[in-house]
C-alpha cells in the first residue's frame, strides 16, 4: 500500500553486534488490511518511520545505505500489518474484555537474495487498564503506538534478528 522508505541521514553507530555487515538495507511498509480509516493509516505511516528509523540508527547504516555499496546483500523486511488506537471509551468500561485495545501487529523476514533466511510476526496490544492510564492520558492509544514503534518493537527485531542471522552463519559454516 504506502511505503515509507524515506531518506535518513544519521552518523550513529550500533552498539549491538548485528550491524550493516549482517544487513544491507532496510525496508519497512504499510500493509494494512482494513485500510477504510485514514486516520488509523497515517498512524501506521507515523509508526513505519519510527519503526525505519530506529531499525537503521541501530544497525548503524545511516547515509552508508544511500552513498557506498552495501557489504551484505540481507534485506531486513518490516511490514505494519494493523494499527489501531483503539476506543478510550472501550478500553475504560470494558478493556478487561479486550474492547477497545490499541494494538499493532508487526511482521518481518529477511532476505538473502531470494532465500528468506528468517520470518516473525509480533502482536503488540495494551488495554491501559492497570494504570488506568485512559482517565489522565486522552491519547493512550497513540502514545501506545508510537512508543510500540519507536523502542519496544525494534529491540524485539533486533534481539531476533541477532539470534537468526547467527544461526543462519552457524549452519553456512557447518557445511
Not at 104 to 111: D, F, P
Amino acid at each position: 500500500m504506502t511505503n515509507s522508505n524515506s531518506n535518513i541521514h544519521t552518523s550513529t553507530t550500533s552498539t549491538t553486534n548485528i550491524s550493516a555487515e549482517s544487513i544491507g538495507s532496510v525496508e519497512v511498509t504499510v500493509e494494512l488490511k482494513n485500510s477504510k480509516y485514514p486516520y488509523r493509516v497515517r498512524l501506521a505511516e507515523q509508526a513505519a518511520t519510527l519503526l525505519r528509523t530506529k531499525l537503521v540508527i541501530s544497525l548503524g547504516l545511516g547515509t552508508q545505505q544511500q552513498c557506498t555499496p552495501s557489504r551484505s546483500n540481507r534485506i531486513l523486511r518490516v511490514s505494519v500489518d494493523n494499527c489501531t488506537p483503539g476506543s478510550r471509551w472501550g478500553r475504560m468500561c470494558c478493556g478487561w474484555l479486550g474492547v477497545g485495545w490499541a494494538v499493532l501487529y508487526i511482521s518481518w523476514s529477511v532476505e538473502d537474495g531470494n532465500k528468506v533466511v528468517t520470518n516473525h510476526q509480533k502482536k503488540y496490544a495494551t488495554s491501559g487498564a492497570i494504570g488506568l492510564d485512559d482517565t489522565c492520558d486522552e491519547l493512550f492509544g497513540e502514545h501506545f503506538i508510537m512508543k510500540t514503534a519507536k523502542v519496544t518493537a525494534p529491540k524485539y527485531i533486533l534481539n531476533h534478528l541477532r539470534t537468526s542471522i547467527r544461526s543462519s552463519l552457524d549452519k553456512r559454516d557447518d557445511k
